[in-house]
């Protein structure tokens, strides 16, 4: 009898069969969300075209629905081209995009937090409009690309730039844009000369509003001391974005040793700002120096 697994039309067939697997296994990762349960929500299995959550592995598709987070565990590694969906994260909702640092954040949305809601952004690019609304959470995002747009409607954005030894927030091409609106912007200092900045690589065409009624907090991360200068905008590109940095008021330290603040007299100018005693702090100090010289001055008489 012929062995089959020795012929060599076997072989040849079996070859083809694996290589025209191996070209269209990477197709078979993508998961569509088709909405089959008809509640538009990402944790129900089946929305999803294979009745399965996406895993942190898949590209999904989704389509032109407004597709509802609610709970932990929402995943994906990257989206497809953008359809014009939208994500809405609300409370209890989780979404982790995967680790494509370029194209996690692309071509999926615009993408809202909402109260209790969370965005894990990593050091992720945002690659399309995010706004993060009262009590929602922007955790991470290293940068921001073209011409997208985050806004803090009464949300927090604690950006996590990539690693590196200036833990620069990248602003890399043009028409991008952020709005502190009503939100609170969270920069950390790690050591005197480590701490989170903006660096507009490509500044052209580029908005940054500052001067708003939103909270700007300087997190101390390492134990300022007095005269640290921090300088959180550095424009290293070409172009000239525009800044409306506000007077500053709106600019305060978090974590400090007690009687340290900041003095923003330079904000409005270049955003930075320096470490120095708190008003009354000074005032006790001025009022004690100037009790000392009167006991001097009564003694020496």
């Known amino acids: 009898m012929k062995n089959l697994n020795s012929s060599p ?12 697997i191996g070209f269209v296994s990477p197709l078979s990762a993508q998961v569509v969300f088709e909405n089959g349960g008809g509640d538009n929500v990402w944790g129900n299995p089946l929305n999803w075209s294979d009745g399965e959550l996406p895993l942190v592995t898949d590209v999904v598709n989704l389509g032109t629905f407004t597709v509802e987070v609610n709970a932990p565990g929402a995943t994906y590694l990257t989206p497809t081209a953008s359809t014009g969906a939208t ?8 979404l982790t ?28 690019v ?7 609304n009262t009590g929602g959470l922007l955790n991470g995002v290293g940068a921001i690309r073209d011409g997208s747009e985050i806004v803090l409607d009464g949300g927090v954005w604690a950006p996590s730039p990539p690693s590196s030894s200036t833990y620069n927030i990248r602003i890399d ?38 001067n708003t009624s939103g ?11 007095l005269d640290d200068t921090f300088s959180f905008v550095v424009i290293s590109g070409a172009g000239t974005p525009v ?5 500053g008021s709106n600019v305060v330290l978090v974590g400090a040793a007690p009687g340290l603040s900041l003095d923003v007299s330079q904000w409005a100018t270049n955003g930075t700002v320096t470490v120095v005693p708190e008003p009354t702090t000074s005032l006790l100090l001025a009022a004690g120096g100037l009790i000392t010289m009167v006991f001097r001055r009564r003694r020496s008489a």
Not at 87 to 94: A, D, E, K, L
Not at 97 to 110: D, E, K, Q, Y
Request: hydrophobic share 40%.
């Open 87 to 94: 994500v809405n994260i609300n409370n209890g909702g989780v």
């Open 9 to 20: 039309s076997k072989l040849i067939s079996t070859s083809v069969a694996i290589l025209f």
């Open 97 to 124: 995009p995967g680790t494509n640092a370029f194209n996690s954040l692309r071509n999926i949305g615009p993408i809202n937090i909402n109260s209790g809601g969370t965005l894990e952004g990593g050091s992720l």
């Open 243 to 247: 800044i409306d940095y506000g007077s």
């Open 126 to 132: 945002a690659r399309t409009d995010i706004t993060v």
């Open 173 to 210: 091409s043009a028409n991008t844009a952020f709005d502190l609106s009503t939100g609170k912007l969270q920069l950390d200092l790690i050591s005197a000369g480590s701490f989170e900045k903006f660096d507009f690589i490509s500044a052209s065409t580029t908005y940054f509003n500052f």
């Open 215 to 225: 909270t700007i907090e300087i997190i101390d991360g390492y134990g300022v001391e």
